[in-house]
């Protein structure tokens, strides 16, 4: 059914920059035709001889080869006439173009083991050219088919009697080799295909490690695509480059379910610039394509535009409206950016092939443990060591989270309404922990993201997460800075907390774990011992606390603590020595408010405590909190800060058991029913102070004062 035709003439043709060319063209075309290009073949074959090959033909088990069906081809050899000149007067002597647009049907690779590759509506256009005098640039001196045909003036290629195929490639492109199509193609378990320019619309696609379902990988579908893969075309040099950018309406991300973590999205971007094979001295190629400003490309499938590539520097990210689990304990949603990562990681102090994903996200909605929060911005590294062996199931988690705002009621424990309310902004939570075993020990290292060494033998391994959010074109990010002394987790918020009517909490506080330290501990005769402890932190700031009822009304009665400051320490020993609190508080009032006739009321309040076991190998030791950098700050000083989102809260400067507590107090009782301006029948005032350290007990008071008036008489 298949026609063909043959062709010389001269015609003119329109280069990329404006020229007006004469030129002689040799054309061959073909309509409706089957082709095979190999061994043994053909491979379509007309088998039960009805004069039409179709699928009820068997098709030729020895053909190796390439197979068209149903193809229409058209070639256009074209050659600058003598004294063809550029639209500028240079000559275009010896120039020589060649064009090729076809389409086929059905196209499949047959007969390679291993191999399977096959694609419908396939379209292949070539525009390319040879011979041009030196000193004139290719891509702007080949022939511009499609402007040719706005022009109303279309290169028409004869494929049959009755037929023609017109020659429609872009000039602007420059020379171009493009094929694009519905396209299935595997290698054994791995895709991998290899191509110039690739460009696709509404693909289904899949590439993973394997097809196994601990796969890496990505998966997607409705896909608009456009790839660029170059390769130095100098011999011996192994290098290529591989420019992709593309949307999908949906993607899943393979190979985290290892971790823990789920990940899924809608409406996603990808894009990839990166440098692949390796230099001459066998180094890895981590040069990329420079396709900024004027150089960038805009590729499209069939009629849709595709991609425009515009990368400068390596890229290798999946962004989007997605969905982010870690197990129960965390949930996102929103604008988040995901980019693969393969590097060299500090663990447990030696350095480790690692792989894994950064995951950043700005302005998302979130649920942590169930509680719903707006505003994050998020920075989080997952890492695996790359090619691990059997029985390697390290993982490392790096976090770093901040939420504009939190409110949760009493509804998100299972309680009634008025049970409980939180408040709560500026809620931030970090984390630093591993996971995992190597072999049959547990994997209790974490990632080392801090600076050692100083001045230029410094190394800072922190790691900078984009967020997807950009500001005056400048992209914000979440550094991960941590130390990699022991699993780490901190807490942070600004919050108010009222549990129904008769508490009400509210301030700035802060939990962490800061990993093993090493601490001093010292008896009664401050005798010393180093011991392992695994350290966490409570601190607090501008606390009011009220108990009672009536709470935010006029008739509260109950007890109030006012701009409220904490900073505690809790060791707790590794060897099963037992636990050691270091505490130091203050208060500016405390005070029984709302009972009719009585005031009791405190100011300038102190609490400072440093204890320990009091039991087992430990017993009657407490910490030296001058010794040591029991706080990780890298610093080992005269005294332990507690900090609170970088403002000191508290020094513990402690060396000996210590229990002490410091005031004043005001006391007045008064009969309720007595006139205004009735002396009250008891009051005192006074400083006191106590303090037990080093099996002392000291009790000390300063400007006391006490008066009785009992039937206008008084006392004191």
Same mark, same amino acid.
């Given at each position: 059914?298949?026609?063909?035709?043959?062709?010389?003439?001269?015609?003119?043709?329109?280069?990329?920059?404006?020229?007006?060319?004469?030129?002689?063209?040799?054309? =061959?075309?073909?309509?409706?035709?089957?082709?095979?290009?190999?061994?043994?073949?053909?491979?379509?074959?007309?088998?039960?001889?009805?004069?039409?090959?179709?699928?009820?033909?068997?098709?030729?088990?020895?053909?190796?080869?390439?197979?068209?069906?149903?193809?229409?081809?058209?070639?256009?050899?074209?050659?600058?006439?003598?004294?063809?000149?550029?639209?500028?007067?240079?000559?275009?002597?010896?120039?020589?173009?060649?064009?090729?647009?076809?389409?086929?049907?059905?196209?499949?690779?047959?007969?390679?083991?291993?191999?399977?590759?096959?694609?419908?509506?396939?379209?292949?256009?070539?525009?390319?050219?040879?011979?041009?005098?030196?000193?004139?640039?290719?891509?702007?001196?080949?022939?511009?088919?499609?402007?040719?045909?706005?022009?109303?003036?279309? !290169?028409?290629?004869?494929?049959?009697?009755?037929?023609?195929?017109?020659?429609? @490639?872009?000039?602007?492109?420059?020379?171009?080799?493009?094929?694009?199509?519905?396209?299935?193609?595997?290698?054994?378990?791995?895709?991998?295909?290899?191509?110039?320019?690739?460009?696709?619309?509404?693909?289904?696609?899949?590439?993973?490690?394997?097809?196994? @379902?601990?796969?890496?990988?990505?998966?997607?579908?409705?896909?608009?695509?456009?790839?660029? !893969?170059?390769?130095?075309?100098?011999?011996?040099?192994?290098?290529?480059?591989?420019?992709?950018?593309?949307?999908?309406?949906?993607?899943? &991300?393979?190979?985290?379910?290892?971790?823990?973590?789920?990940?899924?999205?809608?409406?996603?971007?990808?894009?990839?610039?990166?440098?692949?094979?390796?230099?001459?001295?066998?180094?890895?190629?981590?040069?990329?394509?420079?396709?900024?400003?004027?150089?960038?490309?805009? !590729?499209?499938?069939?009629?849709?535009?595709?991609?425009?590539?515009?990368?400068?520097?390596?890229?290798?990210?999946?962004?989007?409206?997605?969905?982010?689990?870690?197990?129960?304990?965390?949930?996102?949603?929103?604008? =988040?950016?995901?980019?693969?990562?393969?590097?060299?990681?500090?663990?447990?102090?030696?350095?480790?092939?690692?792989?894994?994903?950064? =995951?950043?996200?700005?302005?998302?909605?979130?649920?942590?443990?169930?509680?719903?929060?707006?505003?994050?911005?998020?920075?989080?590294?997952?890492?695996?060591?790359?090619?691990?062996?059997?029985?390697?199931?390290?993982?490392?988690?790096?976090?770093?989270?901040?939420?504009?705002? =939190?409110?949760?009621?009493?509804?998100?424990?299972?309680?009634?309404?008025?049970?409980?309310?939180?408040?709560?902004?500026?809620?931030?939570?970090?984390?630093?922990?591993?996971?995992?075993?190597?072999?049959?020990?547990?994997?209790?290292?974490?990632?080392?993201?801090?600076?050692?060494?100083?001045?230029?033998?410094?190394?800072?391994?922190?790691?900078?997460?984009?967020?997807?959010?950009?500001?005056?074109?400048?992209?914000?990010?979440?550094?991960?800075?941590?130390?990699?002394?022991?699993?780490?987790?901190?807490?942070?918020?600004?919050?108010?907390?009222?549990?129904?009517?008769?508490?009400?909490?509210?301030?700035?506080?802060?939990?962490?774990?800061?990993?093993?330290?090493?601490?001093?501990?010292?008896?009664?005769?401050?005798?010393?011992?180093?011991?392992?402890?695994?350290?966490?932190?409570?601190?607090?700031?501008?606390?009011?606390?009220?108990?009672?009822?009536?709470?935010?009304?006029?008739?509260?009665?109950?007890?109030?603590?006012?701009?409220?400051?904490?900073?505690?320490?809790?060791?707790?020993?590794?060897?099963?020595?037992?636990?050691?609190?270091? !505490?130091?508080?203050?208060?500016?009032?405390?005070? &029984?408010?709302?009972?009719?006739?009585?005031?009791?009321?405190?100011?300038?309040?102190?609490?400072?405590?440093?204890?320990?076991?009091?039991?087992?190998?430990?017993?009657?030791?407490?910490?030296?909190?001058?010794?040591?950098?029991?706080?990780?700050?890298?610093?080992?000083?005269?005294?332990?800060?507690?900090?609170?989102?970088?403002?000191?809260?508290?020094?513990?400067?402690?060396?000996?058991?210590?229990?002490?507590?410091?005031?004043? &107090?005001?006391?007045?009782?008064?009969?309720?029913?007595?006139?205004?301006?009735?002396?009250?029948?008891?009051?005192?005032?006074?400083?006191?102070?106590?303090?037990?350290?080093?099996?002392?007990?000291?009790?000390?008071?300063?400007?006391?004062?006490?008066?009785?008036?009992?039937?206008?008489?008084?006392?004191?």
């Amino acid at each position: 059914d298949g026609s063909a035709a043959f062709e010389k003439r001269s015609t003119k043709v329109t280069l990329a920059d404006g020229s007006e060319v004469p030129v002689q063209v040799l054309s =061959i075309g073909a309509s409706n035709v089957e082709a095979f290009a190999g061994l043994n073949g053909p491979y379509r074959l007309d088998s039960n001889q009805n004069g039409t090959i179709d699928d009820t033909d068997t098709r030729n088990a020895n053909a190796i080869g390439l197979s068209l069906g149903k193809a229409d081809l058209a070639l256009g050899l074209f050659y600058a006439d003598s004294g063809a000149t550029t639209k500028s007067g240079q000559s275009l002597a010896g120039t020589t173009w060649t064009a090729v647009t076809a389409r086929a049907e059905a196209v499949e690779v047959v007969g390679v083991p291993m191999l399977e590759m096959s694609a419908t509506e396939m379209f292949v256009e070539v525009n390319q050219l040879e011979g041009l005098p030196t000193g004139l640039v290719a891509d702007r001196h080949v022939i511009d088919f499609k402007a040719m045909a706005a022009a109303k003036n279309p !290169l028409a290629i004869r494929t049959g009697p009755q037929s023609t195929l017109t020659l429609m @490639a872009d000039g602007q492109r420059g020379e171009s080799i493009r094929a694009y199509g519905t396209v299935s193609a595997s290698v054994g378990d791995f895709l991998s295909l290899r191509m110039m320019v690739i460009t696709g619309a509404d693909i289904s696609a899949r590439l993973a490690t394997s097809t196994e @379902a601990s796969a890496i990988g990505v998966e997607m579908r409705n896909l608009d695509f456009g790839l660029v !893969l170059a390769q130095a075309s100098a011999a011996n040099d192994s290098r290529s480059w591989l420019s992709v950018r593309g949307q999908a309406e949906s993607v899943a &991300i393979l190979g985290t379910q290892s971790l823990g973590v789920t990940l899924s999205g809608t409406n996603v971007m990808f894009a990839a610039n990166v440098g692949l094979g390796t230099l001459a001295n066998g180094s890895a190629n981590r040069s990329t394509l420079d396709w900024s400003g004027s150089r960038a490309l805009s !590729l499209t499938a069939g009629n849709s535009a595709a991609a425009v590539i515009d990368f400068k520097g390596e890229v290798l990210e999946v962004g989007g409206t997605m969905l982010l689990k870690v197990g129960d304990e965390f949930r996102a949603s929103g604008s =988040i950016l995901i980019s693969k990562q393969d590097r060299d990681i500090q663990v447990g102090g030696r350095t480790v092939a690692a792989t894994g994903f950064l =995951i950043g996200a700005a302005d998302v909605g979130a649920s942590v443990r169930g509680i719903n929060v707006t505003g994050l911005d998020l920075g989080m590294a997952l890492m695996r060591p790359a090619n691990a062996a059997a029985g390697d199931t390290r993982s490392w988690l790096a976090l770093k989270a901040q939420v504009d705002s =939190i409110a949760l009621t009493a509804e998100d424990f299972g309680l009634s309404a008025n049970d409980l309310t939180v408040q709560a902004t500026n809620l931030g939570l970090e984390i630093n922990l591993g996971f995992g075993a190597e072999g049959t020990s547990a994997n209790e290292s974490v990632l080392e993201l801090g600076t050692s060494g100083s001045g230029d033998t410094a190394v800072n391994r922190a790691i900078a997460v984009r967020t997807g959010k950009q500001t005056a074109g400048v992209h914000e990010t979440v550094t991960l800075d941590y130390s990699g002394v022991g699993p780490y987790v901190a807490v942070t918020a600004d919050a108010k907390i009222a549990i129904g009517q008769f508490v009400l909490l509210q301030g700035s506080f802060a939990f962490a774990r800061l990993g093993n330290r090493s601490a001093s501990v010292v008896d009664e005769k401050s005798a010393a011992q180093t011991r392992m402890m695994t350290v966490s932190t409570l601190s607090a700031r501008d606390v009011d606390i009220k108990l009672g009822t009536g709470i935010g009304t006029d008739n509260f009665v109950g007890v109030s603590l006012e701009r409220g400051s904490v900073g505690l320490m809790l060791l707790q020993d590794t060897q099963g020595g037992g636990s050691f609190i270091g !505490l130091s508080a203050t208060a500016d009032r405390a005070a &029984i408010d709302g009972v009719s006739g009585l005031t009791l009321e405190g100011g300038q309040l102190m609490l400072e405590l440093n204890t320990g076991p009091s039991t087992g190998v430990l017993a009657g030791r407490v910490v030296d909190f001058t010794k040591g950098d029991l706080d990780a700050d890298g610093k080992a000083g005269a005294s332990t800060p507690v900090r609170l989102r970088g403002n000191l809260i508290a020094d513990l400067n402690f060396r000996n058991s210590r229990l002490e507590a410091a005031g004043n &107090i005001a006391l007045a009782l008064a009969d309720p029913a007595a006139p205004a301006g009735t002396p009250p029948i008891f009051n005192a005032s006074g400083n006191f102070a106590f303090r037990q350290a080093g099996g002392k007990v000291v009790i000390a008071g300063s400007g006391l004062t006490a008066k009785a008036t009992v039937a206008g008489q008084s006392l004191g």
